[in-house]
């Protein structure tokens, strides 16, 4: 794909664009820890970002958020369907014990009777420009020739981060474009004179925070608290959870945020005989999960009580632990397979909508459909990604490692751990990476587009339904292979 303008620029322009932009960054809030393993530091740099924002077809972030409610619904559906998610999830916990410790909640808590019918979830779908198949396709009923698709990665209903850092880097790469019009060579260059046009509004943030307002004003108690579990070390996007956290009581003054980790609830929450939840004598309206999503964040059974005791009170969870369950990729590779998704979505529309992001998924399960699923990954490692049930990126596994680890694994349980998807290969531009410290790096580049939802409901009552702005991040796809290396930079989608 074309860069959004010619590239490169002469030195001179891309030095005080580079700087300009950099300072923006720091003024929009756009910050991140250098150090966060070091207690005592308090170094603090803008977060890496792409100095243009990077060219996304017009049509594809359309169709991003015109399936978003449906994504919404169906996995309010699937959290609330117990013989799917246990079907789905049987053989995966019998060798992967993070799983198992999430299901085992599951279960205690279905059992005893779930406390809190309201789930509020806050979920962000990420999607690769596929250039597989440059064919014809159809999008909205409209046939056309596309160079481009839109497929899902996956969809991520715990911690799904960035809606702050989304709003701002607009604001960055907007008045950016400005100080482009102002240099007429440029502007020949660039050969548009309304690139404020090509930027989306983004309200990423005002939809999360009117979500978890909605959850702690349904609960219903003035005087109760939102919690935030957080990790415990001070993480480097400690920022992005702040501007939430700050933002809810900036414009909701009667509320109170407070974070803990999940070791101090496990210390401190009181969990009542009426499921009420209380947390140093306050009562807990909503838990809003930025941990509890990686094995890590459990180094002690402390941890799983306190995630056991938040999923039995009372408080509105954002994710409750069946939405965490529907989120695994493990659910997904399912919803992916043929009739599946019209099980939990009546609309045709919607069915065609959700199906037409999916990139082939398939099962590790045990017996011949597993079995060819093998045959096939090792035949042609290099057309798939191999995925654990874990979050946070860095666990994939890629070409010819697949092979090896398909053939330690291959007739043994601890396959349907995985599952394997066909991989994407997604559009690639030149952009300049800006990092800190660093001189801006001309690189090739490829993006991934997140779209938000902001869901509540209690059982078939639907009381919120949104499609809740946008977060791109982008890959270096020249030194990284741009292949899940966690270390996307953030971006803005410049429509074209
Ligand atoms: P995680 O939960 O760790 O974020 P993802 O499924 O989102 O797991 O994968 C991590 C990254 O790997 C994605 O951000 C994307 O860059 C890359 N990736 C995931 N699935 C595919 C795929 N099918 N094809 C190509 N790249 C993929
Ligand atoms: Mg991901």
Redesign the pocket.
């Known amino acids: 794909m074309e860069p959004v303008v010619p590239l490169p620029l002469d030195p001179s322009t891309m030095d005080s664009l580079a700087v300009s932009a950099k300072d923006q960054a720091i003024l929009n809030g756009l910050a991140y820890l250098t150090d966060p393993q070091n207690d005592s530091s308090d170094l603090v740099s803008f977060k890496p970002f792409v100095l243009l924002p990077s060219p996304v077809p017009r049509f594809l972030f359309d169709q991003a958020r015109a399936v978003q409610k449906d994504f919404n619904l169906l996995v309010h559906r699937v959290s609330h369907d117990r013989a799917f998610l246990t079907r789905c999830l049987s053989s995966v916990i019998k060798v992967d014990n993070f799983t198992a410790g999430l299901f085992h909640i599951y279960e205690q808590v279905q059992k005893e009777g779930v406390a809190q019918p309201i789930c509020l979830g806050v979920h962000r779908s ?1 999607y ?1 420009l596929d250039t597989t198949n440059n064919a014809v396709m159809e999008t909205h009923g409209v046939t056309a020739n596309r160079q481009f698709q839109l ?1 899902q ?2 969809i ?1 209903t715990i911690a799904a981060a960035g809606a702050g850092f989304a709003e701002k880097m607009a604001s960055v790469h907007s008045p950016f474009f400005i100080l482009l019009f102002t240099c007429r060579h440029v502007l020949n260059l660039l050969g548009v004179t309304n690139a404020y046009k090509h930027i989306p509004e983004n309200r990423a943030l005002d939809s999360q925070v009117e979500g978890f307002v909605a959850a702690w004003e349904r609960y219903g108690s003035q005087r109760a608290i939102i919690v935030f579990v957080v990790e415990e070390e001070r993480c480097r996007n400690v920022f992005s959870q702040r501007l939430m956290e700050f933002s809810v009581m900036e414009k909701y003054p009667s509320i109170t945020v407070r974070r803990y980790s999940l070791r101090q609830i496990a210390e401190d929450a009181e969990l009542k005989s009426d499921k009420t939840l209380f947390m140093h004598g306050s009562e807990v309206a909503v838990v809003y999960f930025r941990a509890g999503y990686s094995p890590d964040h459990y180094p002690t059974e402390k941890e799983w009580n306190a995630r056991l005791m938040i999923e039995r009170s009372r408080a509105i969870k954002c994710p409750c632990i069946s939405y965490h369950l529907a989120g695994t ?1 493990k659910v997904q590779q399912e919803l992916a397979q043929p009739g599946v998704l019209e099980r939990f979505l009546e609309d045709p529309k919607s069915v065609g909508r959700v199906r037409a992001t999916f ?1 082939g998924q398939h099962t590790l399960e045990m017996g011949l459909e597993g079995d060819r699923t093998v045959q096939m990954a090792m035949r042609s490692p290099e057309d798939y ?1 191999m ?1 654990p049930q ?7 596994i890629y070409g010819e490692d697949i092979k090896t680890i398909l053939d330690e694994l291959k007739n043994s349980e601890e396959r349907t751990a995985y599952i394997i ?6 559009a690639v531009v030149q952009n300049y990476f800006m990092r800190p410290g660093h001189r801006p790096k001309l690189l090739g580049s490829s993006c ?1 587009l997140g779209v938000f939802g902001v869901f509540m409901a209690e059982g078939d009552q639907v009381f919120h339904n949104k499609q809740g702005g946008h977060y791109l ?1 982008t ?1 270096d796809t020249t030194t990284d292979g ?3 290396v966690g270390h ?1 930079v953030v971006d803005s989608p410049y429509l074209v």
């Open positions: 990420d690769l497929k990665t996956e991520n990729k990139a990604v995925k874990r979050e946070g990126g860095g666990n994939n998807m066909d991989l994407i290969c997604p991934e991040r890959n741009g292949i899940d996307a």
